[in-house]
């Protein structure tokens, strides 16, 4: 039988480590902090990406926010009318929590709020899947660094 070669690849370990200057004193707290926020900043997403993130949540917050601009004084949002209030009285809608769905942390309307806003955007807005994604990536990474 014949034997098999081993090949390496890539270079082979020296064991030494790369000349790099070592801090000598520590830096304050606040320095540190700093620090771990820009360096959070630059590696997370890149810059384009949280851009994109931004614009969708601002959309979604005005988005949401058109739907309640021309409310009457009874809360009522804008578009409805009288014959359907009977229907919308215990609502989620009428609740002034889901107005504020997007404003702040997640309340207990925030997620149905989301859904409505990405379907507005894909199924109304006939936008592709992409757009649905690209909203609930931007909101999450919005809810997870409060």
């Known amino acids: 039988m014949a034997k098999e070669k081993k090949v390496k690849i890539g270079k082979q370990q020296t064991g030494k480590k790369a000349d790099k200057p070592v801090p000598t004193s520590n ?3 606040p320095a540190l902090q700093q620090l ?7 590696n997370l997403n890149s810059g384009q990406t949280r851009r994109n993130y931004s614009g969708y949540v601002k959309r ?27 229907s919308l009285h215990d609502d989620m809608y009428q609740d002034p929590e889901f107005r504020d769905a997007f404003n702040g942390r997640p309340n207990r309307y925030t997620h149905q709020a989301l859904a409505l806003f990405i379907s507005y955007k894909c199924f109304h807005q006939n936008l592709k899947a992409g757009t649905g994604t690209g909203i609930h990536a931007a909101f999450k990474k919005l809810y997870e660094h409060m």
């Open 27 to 29: 830096p304050s707290l």
């Open 36 to 42: 771990q926020d820009s360096g959070k900043k630059a």
């Open 60 to 86: 979604g917050r005005e988005w949401l926010a058109g739907h309640f601009s021309g409310e009457s004084n009874s809360g009522i949002p804008r578009g409805l009318d009288e014959e359907e209030l009977p």
